[in-house]
């Protein structure tokens, strides 16, 4: 049964799973292992290498529904994404076969069970039902392998600190579909059409708990993305964003410190280019090696990043290197 708190980074994580049994599979989709005895979510998580505030958010998210502030940058992308990758595996290489197998045992035992013509009839229906289960366990994997090939990379991406123009997070929340319900249909046709009785009946409402635990299951992997994931990466792409800004001042700052930073022999070079000397005539006239004056050049490109004359020219001008009337001949 579940215990109504928020859980803390002090609280017992055998206090934590004994009050929310339903939190085990939670602990191995975080990569959590057990026999943690009695240490503290903190410790815990600290020693298996999981972010604990994004854990937190996470268990206490899905036991009494408390959601972070959208704008909250201490949830960590990488944990949560590790743990919806991780969700994914447990459901489709476990959950789903496992009741698939579940279920087929079932209705095979109830078949069984049944005589002459009930028989067929209840062979037709245990084929019906097999393939509804197929159909939805098929978009279910269909939803999640699009997100592992499409989004999850994407979010990779932008942990590296990369931006794809042409893809966002908007695009995903778009098209993300409910997975809620897909087996809802499914639950009603059994309880209401297959009627059992003895061990088939016991089997069967085992095996209806299972998949009703896995619709709710569902529910709680797809709110998890909707809430916390999706805004969680929205911060994200906004920091990039602004990181790029940044990036693009700095650089603009750092050019105008390298103009700043020309020396005053840099400065006679290009007052000598502008007005058409050779790399000798420069030399005989500054009294400098040829070298020294191709060093020079190498140096003004590099701290200026202009390599045409032209683009020398306006920066002359543009720092009153010269006078105007020097480039009209006087005039």
């Known amino acids: 049964m579940k215990k109504m708190k928020l ?3 002090g609280d017992k994580m055998i206090d934590l799973i004994s009050d929310n049994h339903s939190m085990l599979q939670g602990l191995g989709a975080f990569g959590i292992r057990l026999g943690f005895g009695d240490k503290t979510v903190s410790e815990i998580c600290d020693e298996q290498g999981v972010d604990c505030y994004t854990f937190l958010t996470v268990v206490n998210f899905l036991i009494n529904g408390y959601t972070p502030n959208a704008n909250d940058e201490r949830i960590s992308v990488k944990t949560l994404l590790d743990y919806l990758r991780a969700s994914h595996h447990y459901f489709l ?17 109830s078949n069984r069970t049944a005589s002459g013509e009930s028989q067929e009839s209840a062979r037709n229906l245990v084929m019906l039902i097999m393939r509804l289960y197929d159909e939805y366990a098929h978009d279910i994997r269909l939803h999640m392998k699009y997100e592992e090939k499409t989004f ?50 016991n089997q069967l ?6 998949i009703y635990n896995n619709e709710e299951w569902l529910s709680n992997h797809s709110n998890v993305e909707e809430v916390l994931f999706v805004p969680a990466i929205r911060i994200l792409e906004q920091k990039l964003k602004q990181d790029d800004v940044s990036a693009r001042i700095s650089n603009m700052i750092s050019r105008a410190d390298n103009n700043e930073s020309i020396s005053e022999r840099e400065k006679e070079i290009i007052i000598c280019l502008v007005q058409g000397m050779s790399n000798k005539e420069i030399a005989n006239h500054l009294f ?7 060093t020079h050049r190498r140096n003004i490109i590099r701290k200026l ?14 720092n009153n290197l010269i006078d105007t009337r020097i480039l009209n001949g006087g005039k």
């Open 305 to 318: 990043q202009i390599h045409s004359l032209a683009g020398l020219t306006i920066y002359a001008i543009a």
């Open 7 to 9: 859980y803390e980074a």
């Open 205 to 210: 409402t085992a095996t209806l708990y299972d």
């Open 288 to 294: 400098i090696s040829v070298n020294t004056v191709i």
């Open 152 to 201: 999850f990379p994407y979010v990779e991406a932008l942990i590296r600190g990369e931006q794809k123009p042409d893809y966002n997070v908007d695009i995903f929340a778009k098209h993300h579909s409910d997975t809620t319900g897909k087996f809802y249909e499914l639950q009603n046709i059994i309880i209401k059409y297959l009627p059992n009785d003895g061990l088939a009946n």
């Open 93 to 109: 290489d476990f959950q789903l076969p496992t009741i698939r197998k579940k279920l087929e045992e079932t209705l095979s035992l």
